[in-house]
């Protein structure tokens, strides 16, 4: 079995984790929370990775059954799931249904649905970069790092930075031009 | 002063990735401009490179804080070691 070098795995996985978990549990803590467990489970499941799925797609399971886990554990605090129903006559009770069929405050499902893809896909192509590159791109462009700032940190020259940029630029434009925009 | 009007390819695709970024002066997108008006590929580059920054613009992607990674990698390197 390969070494597991939890560095450059947290490195290449923590923010497509992140991301995935945000949107489905929208508080940041409880998202480093079960990241943070779902990296655990993982290195102590590793020997059961077959190698099947990709490293992610493996991840993203274990991931999905700790967010269920967490939502079991607040439901059971909170008892057997609620639903108010205000309608006193029972002629009422279609409009109800209708009215809460159809939330006409959640315009922007659809979208914020579309752009949580379009995110994963931008995270899943930079998983092909090296790690020192895709990270320099994420802090530059995600992040929004001073060039000065990145370059001190990496020692390495404005004109060195560019040029990762660039590479990394191109690299995912190219991916996603395969995986997403068609 | 660096009077020249012409950029070249490599120097064109600088100053558009720069832009990206806002860190391209306005001289310098000046020149691109030009440089974009006869040359089809920078303008290809140019057309993509915007796209890009729009899509991850829209996706809203959010990176894990840093401290929280180095917390993980850290309980990871324990329960390693504790195996």
Redesign the interface.
């Known amino acids: 079995m390969e070494v597991?070098n939890?560095?450059l795995?947290?490195?290449k996985y923590?923010?497509y984790?992140?991301?995935y978990t945000?949107v489905r549990v929208n508080d940041r803590e409880v998202a480093?929370d079960l990241?943070?467990e779902t990296?655990?489970a993982g290195?102590?499941s590793k020997k059961n990775f077959k190698g099947e799925a990709s490293e992610r797609t493996w991840l993203i399971s274990i991931l999905k059954r700790k967010i269920i886990d967490h939502y079991r554990k607040i439901n059971s605090n909170k008892g057997k799931a609620e639903v108010h129903i205000n309608y006193r006559n029972e002629d009422s009770e279609g409009d109800w249904l209708e009215e809460n069929a159809s939330d006409p405050f959640d315009r922007n499902a659809e979208n914020t649905m579309e752009?949580?893809e379009?995110?994963l896909a931008?995270?899943a192509c930079l998983e092909k970069l090296n790690e020192k590159q895709a990270e320099i791109f994420?802090l530059?462009?995600?992040?929004g790092f001073d060039?000065e700032a990145i370059c001190k940190e990496f020692n390495i020259s404005p004109s060195n930075l560019?040029v990762i940029?660039?590479r990394a630029?191109k690299s995912?434009?190219d991916c996603?031009?395969k995986n997403?925009?068609n | 002063m660096n009077m020249k009007f012409f950029l070249k390819c490599t120097e064109a695709v600088n100053v558009c990735d720069k832009s990206q970024y806002e860190e391209a002066t306005f001289f310098d997108k000046l020149l691109l401009r030009i440089h974009l008006l006869y040359c089809s590929l920078c303008r290809g580059y140019s057309f993509r490179n915007r796209k890009l920054t729009q899509a991850i613009k829209e996706s809203d992607i959010k990176t894990l804080p840093d401290d929280q990674k180095q917390l993980i990698k850290e309980r990871l390197r324990q329960a390693m070691a504790n195996q």
Do not use: M
């Not at chain 1, 530059?140 to 992040?143: E, L, Q, R």
């Open positions: 597991l939890p560095d795995w947290v490195d923590a923010d984790l992140y991301n945000i480093q990241i943070s990296f655990l290195l102590k752009n949580e379009l995110g931008i995270l994420k530059k462009t995600i992040d060039t560019w940029i660039h630029r995912l434009a996603l031009e997403w925009f």
